[in-house]
């Protein structure tokens, strides 16, 4: 083939690329006016939010991101120093069937009630506390009654006709931890 | 995908912090500060409150009180009348003026958990002046008489003074006593009292709140009739 044969050709193919394009570009103008018509105006900050949580993909990621959440935390806990020596838990121990409410009060709560648990409901009330050596006089309240008599107990007291048990925490026969 | 990575990672290190900051349990004891504003917000006599600050904040730097329970203690204080919560506390502020434990913190015997057992128990400001004017005279007396033994000094340290172990004692002797007599019902002449207070103070010893050598030697030294005249006095502040 001939240099101007080729030329020739080359002259045609972008004369029918230009036609193409020209006819690309008729009603543009139109087009982008239509189009920045349609589009919503700009929405709220909660607007956004909305739409972007109907999405699957991110609620699949917020599901994740509270179940990591909350394993940081179980791992944090775990982890975090306590400012608590690790004293041994004494077992706190009353059996109340049909109590509504069971605490133990005491020198180690300067007489705070410390709230019992029976969580399988077999009317066994129980609460775990880490105390450091000491001599501890306490009484349960059930239902906010003075029951002063732990079988528990090493020793009792009475003050003002009113029973109160004494246990020694941290040595000898006297330590119940659980 | 990178979405859900990226929350993935920043959940993990978000719930980690959350965890690691929150403590376990205990509540961060009051500042001394924090226990003296709320004694001057209760409306005492001005010179009564400034006494009682003074010997407070003395407490508080030696040892003698505890933060926690005082803030309490006053706080209990301000549901009964104001005259029975003055005197309640002019009773503290003069054991700890004349340099006595007036509280062990959450372990042990001493007169501002002996105040809350009592309120725990319903009774009333006059009841509670009472008891505690009775675990004043114990310790007073049981200082006198062991002084006079040599088992403790003679002199008065005064609230200033830093905690010796002989404080303890004298706290734990005078507390054993006080029981007998008062909870008990023992008598002062009543020689059980020997064996009830030296098997307290073994107790405590073993449990490393008394020193084993100060328990050993108190105990040795002791005789009913040490503990008699110590139950007697406690009644009798004129021979003390």
Sequence with gaps: ?178 | MRIALLSLLLGLWAGAALGEALLPLASPAPSPSDVLNFLLGMGLPPEFTAALSAALAAGFQTGRATTTVTLLLLQDLTKIPKEQGEGILEVLRYALSQGFIVDTGLAGSSMMNEVRKLLALGRSGEEISRVLSLRLGFLLATRAVLARYGLVPGTTAGPDAPLAPTDRLILELAWAVGDFILWEGGSPADPGILGYVQGRLCRLAALGLIPSELSERATAALTPEILAEIARLAFQPERR
């Design chain 1, 1 to 178: 083939m001939r240099w101007d044969e080729v030329d020739e050709l080359l002259r045609a193919a972008l004369a029918k690329e230009v036609e193409e394009g020209t006819r690309g570009l008729a009603g543009l103008e139109e087009r982008v006016i239509r189009e920045l018509a349609r589009r919503p105006a700009r929405r709220s900050f909660w607007e956004g939010l909305k739409e972007f949580l109907r999405r699957p993909t991110p609620r699949w990621a917020l599901a994740g991101a509270l179940a990591a959440l909350l394993l940081g935390f179980a791992l944090g806990r775990l982890t975090a120093p306590s400012p608590i020596p690790q004293w041994s838990p004494n077992l706190f121990v009353i059996a109340a069937p049909g109590a509504k409410s069971v605490a133990v009060v005491g020198d180690f709560s300067a007489w705070q009630p410390i709230p019992l648990s029976d969580p399988d409901g077999d009317g066994i009330w129980t609460a775990s506390i880490p105390l450091p050596p000491g001599r501890y006089e306490y009484a349960f309240l059930v239902d906010g009654k003075w029951v002063g008599q732990d079988p528990l107990a090493e020793e009792y007291l009475r003050t003002f006709g009113e029973y109160v048990s004494v246990r020694y925490i941290g040595g000898g026969r006297a330590d119940r931890s659980s």
